[in-house]
């Protein structure tokens, strides 16, 4: 039994036996769905999975092994049991469940062996399938099995990563793989599935996830973004989606506040005109596995559709859902090929399809606006025109989250029938000196650097030293927050000092000061855009800097795709059919210089870093970038950068 330590009571299942993903009256609706005409897609999935002939993996299984199709098979199986009171066929499916399931807590299993890190995931997943048999076909379970079926789910619970209890210090409700489906999907759904026996795991799980991940994640995503980015912002959010439908679904209240539910209208505003989206953080949905994705936010906008109705997430999801998000066609261990990108292990099925489409009455959002502000501690203001495929993303970012969001507190983004400003990261080059002395620092963005000639010429960044490009100081060496304190406090780069939005002038203000404590006494950043001005508008960025050391080389960089053009204090920047021109107003006697080409993108602070992964370059990487260098020796110095936005002809 678990003694659970933690005080916030939480939300107990409505009625006398709680359902997992649904409630006793959900079953005639979700007979329905079968035959909707919404639902015809999955419904034919979920006949193919039924169909699957599962003899070519029992090798595979019988030696602990891991096939997301099997258990897919399972889920399925459990919900045709439950819908149509199959009695014969639920009896054997509890029986063939556990067997599987069993092996694959074994020493010598080898999920283990050939997935290493992503056990934790395919564990997660046979953990969450047999909740789903275990609930569903309760009534069908004996009394000596229910015994020995919850031991095998304990024990499948302690091979996760997270472990079980899940109480390593890491395990912080802020970044990381536990804010996955470790403990906010897998393990609550454990607990839920195994509440009339065993409450004390649900008092455990549940308690911790509502004491500690709630309370954070009501401070985190208040302004109603993902902060960890363009690629595990959608993969962590459909997460954080899952667990507001699970205790949803069982109880009829949600328990995180509705920011989260409309965090998709984010993606809207980041997805470009190409079907991809501007790039923030750690993006891993452009080259990972060998194929790139584009409509990288299926997933989230079903979750948020089926949690509020809106039309704008529904209409997204229907229009680019693929048979391989349904049940992917790669039976393989890559974890990244398996589900269309970084959907695998059970986080979309067609049975979860069948279950929650049309969960919420659908409604008719209003058509989105052409500014959004997303208010702390995001502090992001979006400019976007479908008509001119013209993307203009002004980024304060209060808050840093560690793990895969990057130093970037401060940065722009441009987009105009093509990359014009641009971030250049992906998480392929993960653990290179590349990728964290590089990409995740402040100089591979739009930003300013202040490097100070006395400071170390190195910086620790994880487990290893970087080169010092004068960028955001990096707090607990790249470690990610444990504590709300934290996060509040050490954590904290920026502030926005104010925003101002109408149809002639978008107006953001931030104090990067806490970012640059380390270098500066002050600096602040002001973005005005006015997109009636010029040809598709004009784009103004001043920065205020006072730093401690007069010395200290002051930069402004702007990441480009193809070479530029410089004449004095002017630059154009080209790509695909667009057009940025550049005019440094400040400093008056700035230098102004192009860096980039083959050997020399990712420059720091004076010398160039190699991509030492044995993998190629992202392919929007860029060409390198434009730094404007101020060449006296002010303790106040002042950039003001001009760019309008054009057509390339």
């Not at 399931?101 to 997943?125: C, L, N, P, Q, Y």
Request: a negative charge; charged letters at 25%; glycine letters at 8%.
């Amino acid at each position: 039994m678990l003694k659970s330590p933690y005080k916030h009571p939480p939300i107990y299942p409505d009625g006398e036996h709680p359902r997992l993903m649904l409630r006793q009256k959900d079953i005639a609706r979700i007979k329905e769905n079968l035959s909707h005409p919404e639902n015809k897609r999955a419904y034919e999935m979920w006949q193919r999975v039924l169909k699957t002939n599962l003899t070519q993996f029992y090798d595979e299984i019988n030696n602990g092994g891991y096939a997301s199709i099997v258990y897919m098979y399972v889920e399925a199986k459990a919900l045709e049991c439950l819908l149509f009171d199959k009695e014969k066929e639920a009896k054997e499916l509890i029986a063939f469940t556990m067997k599987i399931a069993e092996r694959a807590t074994k020493e010598d299993a080898e999920v283990f062996k050939k997935a290493k890190i992503m056990a934790s995931r395919f564990i997660g997943h046979i953990l969450f399938a047999c909740a789903q048999v275990y609930d569903w076909l309760h009534k069908y379970i004996t009394e000596e099995q229910k015994t020995e079926f919850i031991d095998i789910m304990e024990k499948l619970a302690s091979l996760q990563e997270v472990e079980y209890p899940p109480e390593h210090k890491w395990n912080a409700p802020f970044t990381g793989h536990s804010n996955e489906a470790e403990i906010i999907k897998n393990l609550l759904g454990f607990s839920i599935a195994v509440y009339d026996e065993r409450p004390d795991v649900y008092e455990y799980i549940a308690g911790k996830i509502f004491e500690q991940y709630y309370e954070a994640y009501q401070v985190q995503f208040a302004g109603g973004f993902h902060h960890q980015g363009s690629g595990y912002g959608p993969f962590r959010l459909a997460y954080l989606l899952w667990t507001q439908l699970l205790v949803y679904s069982m109880s009829g209240k949600k328990p995180l506040r509705e920011e989260v539910d409309y965090i998709c209208d984010s993606f809207y505003y980041m997805l470009r005109p190409d079907g991809e989206s501007i790039r923030l953080g750690d993006d891993c949905l452009e080259e990972k596995g060998g194929f790139s994705l584009k409509h990288p936010f299926v997933i989230p906008m079903f979750l948020a559709g089926a949690l509020t109705g809106n039309s704008h997430y529904r209409k997204y999801y229907e229009e680019n859902i693929v048979d391989d998000y349904f049940v992917p066609t790669r039976y393989g261990y890559d974890f990244y090929r398996a589900g269309g990108g970084a959907f695998g292990e059970g986080t979309f099925t067609p049975v979860v399809h069948l279950i929650w489409n049309r969960y919420t009455e659908p409604y008719e959002a209003e058509p989105y606006g052409k500014i959004k502000y997303f208010p702390s501690p995001s502090g992001y203001t979006f400019y976007k025109n479908e008509e001119t495929e013209t993307i203009v993303m002004l980024k304060v970012g209060e808050n840093w989250g560690g793990c895969h969001e990057h130093l970037d507190a401060g940065s722009f983004q441009i987009f105009h029938k093509g990359i014009l400003a641009s971030d250049s990261g992906t998480y392929d080059l993960w653990g290179t000196q590349q990728h964290f002395g590089y990409t995740m620092q402040t100089v591979a963005h739009n930003c300013i650097t202040v490097l100070d000639p006395d400071a170390p010429k190195e910086v620790k960044y994880l487990y290893r030293s970087v080169p010092n490009g004068g960028g955001a100081r990096i707090p607990n060496d790249g470690e990610q927050p444990y504590t709300i304190e934290e996060y509040l406090t050490t954590f904290k780069l920026a502030t926005v000092i104010s925003h101002k939005e109408s149809e002639d002038l978008i107006e953001l203000v931030g104090d990067l000061t806490p970012a640059y404590e380390h270098s500066c006494e002050k600096v602040t950043r002001k973005f005005t855009f006015r997109p009636n001005d010029g040809q598709y508008g004009i784009l103004t960025v001043e920065d205020d800097i006072t730093s401690k050391n007069p010395m200290a080389e002051k930069q402004f960089h702007l990441h480009i795709q193809e070479e530029p053009e410089i004449n004095g204090n002017e630059f154009i920047i080209k790509h695909k059919g667009g057009m940025l021109k550049g005019k440094v107003i400040a400093p008056l006697n700035a230098k102004i210089e192009a860096i980039g080409g083959e050997g020399k993108r990712y420059y720091v602070a004076g010398q160039f870093l190699e991509n030492d992964s044995g993998l190629p370059d992202s392919k929007e990487c860029g060409w390198g970038q434009i730094i404007v260098t101020a060449t006296e020796n002010n303790k106040d110095e002042k950039f003001v950068i001009e760019l309008e936005i054009m057509d390339r002809e």
